[in-house]
C-alpha cells in the first residue's frame, strides 16, 4: 500500500533564504506527484505536476523535482518571503486510479521577517 | 474565475443531528470528492462520485453519506453527527479520466460537533 510522508512537520527559516521541502513514498509505480499549497482555514492550491516521466518542473520560485527509484520529490523555495508562510502538502497518483490521490501529512513552513 | 463553493466556512451541531455539507462547482467537472483533514493525519478520503448518482467509498466512509443528483452539487451526509467527527471537511473536483491536473478545492467546512 502506498504511503506518502513529509518531514518535517513544521520547518522555520529567516526570510530571502533557499529552502527544500522533503515528499518520500513508498511505492515507486506512480502515475504523477503533486505539489499543493494551503493557507490557515482555507482550501489547497495546486502548485506543481510532475509526470512519472518528468524529473522536475519549474514554475516562477519554485522547483519541483521527482526520483521516482529513491521514492523521493523535493520542492525548492528560491529567495523565501513571508508570503510563502502556508502548509505544503504532497499527493502522489497511483497508476491503477483514475481518482484517488494519496496524501502526505504536510509540511507547515512559516518565514521569518 | 472557477471555483469549488463550500455552503458553511464554520459548523457548530449537537452530537446524534443529521448534517448536510454542500458542495457546488461550476467548471464542468465530472469528479468530485469529500476529503477530512486532521492535524498530522493529511487528507482522508470519505467519498467521491465521478458521475450524476455515482458514487464510490474511499478510506474512511463509516457513518457518512453522499448525495450527487446534479453534475454540479455533491452533498455529504453526517447521518448522525459524533464527537469525533469534528474536523475540517474539504470538497474537490476534477476533470474526468485521469483529470488531476484539474484539481480544484472549495475552502473548506470547519465542523464542530458538541
Known amino acids: 500500500k502506498q504511503e506518502v510522508t513529509q518531514i518535517p512537520a513544521a520547518l522555520s527559516v529567516p526570510e530571502g533564504e533557499n529552502l527544500v521541502l522533503n515528499c518520500s513514498f513508498t511505492?515507486?509505480?506512480?502515475?504523477?506527484l503533486q505539489w499543493f499549497r494551503q493557507d490557515p482555514g482555507k482550501g489547497l492550491t495546486s502548485l506543481l505536476l510532475i509526470q512519472s516521466s518528468q524529473r522536475e518542473q519549474t514554475s516562477g520560485r519554485l522547483n519541483a523535482s521527482l526520483d521516482k527509484s529513491s521514492g523521493r520529490s523535493t520542492l525548492y523555495i528560491a529567495a523565501s518571503q513571508p508570503g510563502d508562510s502556508a502548509t505544503y502538502l504532497c499527493?502522489?497518483?497511483?497508476?491503477?486510479?483514475?481518482?484517488?490521490?494519496?496524501w502526505g501529512a504536510g509540511t507547515k513552513l512559516i518565514i521569518k521577517p | 474565475d472557477v471555483k469549488v463553493t463550500q455552503s458553511s466556512r464554520y459548523l457548530v451541531k449537537r452530537t446524534g443531528e443529521k448534517v448536510f455539507l454542500e458542495c457546488v462547482q461550476d467548471?464542468?467537472?465530472?469528479?468530485m470528492f469529500w476529503y477530512r483533514q486532521d492535524p498530522g493525519l493529511g487528507l482522508r478520503l470519505i467519498y467521491f462520485s465521478y458521475d450524476v448518482k455515482m458514487k464510490e467509498k474511499g478510506d474512511i466512509p463509516e457513518g457518512y453519506s453522499v448525495s450527487r443528483e446534479k453534475k454540479e452539487r455533491f452533498s455529504l451526509i453526517l447521518e448522525s453527527a459524533s464527537t469525533n467527527q469534528t474536523s475540517m471537511y474539504l470538497c474537490?473536483?476534477?476533470?474526468?479520466?485521469?483529470?488531476?491536473?484539474?484539481?480544484?478545492f472549495g475552502s473548506g467546512t470547519r465542523l464542530t460537533v458538541v
Open positions: 499527493a502522489v497518483k497511483p497508476p491503477d486510479s483514475n481518482y484517488q490521490l494519496i
Open positions: 511505492d515507486s509505480a506512480i502515475y504523477n
Open positions: 467548471m464542468d467537472h465530472e469528479n
Open positions: 474537490a473536483s476534477s476533470l474526468g479520466g485521469t483529470g488531476t491536473r484539474s484539481y480544484t
